[in-house]
């Protein structure tokens, strides 16, 4: 049962234009998603987050959105530019009734190329 | 560069043995967690620990085991290793404080293990 869904293995895009990577996710507990770029051979980087409390966050050229109601969340890149191509991991967790956060739960990701 | 540091960077064992991974958390992070990436199942949460204290469980083993130390570092022991546990095995650490509800979480450089 997969709780967060990348339904787009791999994504084009060319230099300049604007990339839009999505995700879905099922668990209503989810309150806090974020954005990951990996190369291979590394660990995932952190890009960007979003609270279930706001419905869009901006940073730089990245910026995420969020519609609860649909369970849909998507990252905007713009413009993209060559450094961008790697692979994007979508990521939730659930707070912790004690306090602090749960592990993230992570899609399959989505490879992102961009063409000169 | 995350400020989370990870050893080996790689490590060749065979079946039935037994092996321990390293993390160090970025300075000020309490919070530790361990992660696995396999071709199949994608990046998978095992375990968390704050301050010492195990704090949330995912998908972890019976095989597997982990601790996080006084000094924060965290170990992973992994036991009685088969074929399918070769994966790529990453820490992550977050502030986590108590006063913060969403924490990022910060990804190390990973450990490759494979199990011939």
């Known amino acids: 049962d997969q709780q967060v869904k990348q339904n787009s293995p791999s994504l084009s895009v060319q230099e300049g234009r604007i990339s839009i990577l999505n995700c879905d996710y099922t668990?209503?507990?989810?309150?806090?998603f974020l954005w990951y770029k990996k190369y291979p051979a590394e660990g995932p980087t952190f890009l960007i987050s979003?609270?279930?409390?706001?419905d869009k966050n901006e940073d730089g050229r990245f910026t995420v959105f969020l519609n609860k109601s649909a369970k849909h969340l998507s990252l905007h890149i713009v413009p993209s530019q060559p450094g961008d191509s790697a692979v994007y991991f979508c990521?939730?967790?659930?707070?912790?009734?004690?306090?602090?956060?749960?592990?993230?739960?992570f899609g399959k990701g989505t490879h992102l190329i961009i063409q000169p | 560069d995350s400020g989370v540091t990870q050893t080996p960077k790689h490590l060749i064992t065979a079946t039935g043995q037994r092996v321990t991974l390293r993390c160090s958390p970025r300075?000020?992070?309490?919070?530790v967690y361990w992660y696995q990436q396999s071709l199949d199942q994608g990046l998978q949460f095992l375990i968390q620990?704050?301050?010492?204290?195990?704090?949330a469980k995912g998908n972890i083993l019976e095989r597997f085991s982990a601790q996080q130390f006084p000094d924060l570092h965290s170990e992973l022991n992994l036991s009685s290793l088969e074929l399918g546990d070769s994966a790529l095995y990453f820490c992550?650490?977050?502030?986590?404080?108590?006063?913060?509800?969403?924490?990022?979480?910060?990804f190390g450089p990973g450990t490759r293990l494979t199990v011939l």
């Open positions: 300075s000020g992070d309490l919070s």
């Open positions: 668990n209503s507990m989810f309150d806090y």
């Open positions: 992550a650490s977050s502030v986590d404080r108590v006063d913060m509800r969403y924490n990022e979480q910060f």
């Open positions: 979003i609270s279930s409390i706001k």
């Open positions: 620990y704050y301050n010492g204290e195990e704090r």
């Open positions: 990521a939730a967790s659930a707070s912790l009734s004690g306090g602090g956060a749960d592990g993230l739960t």
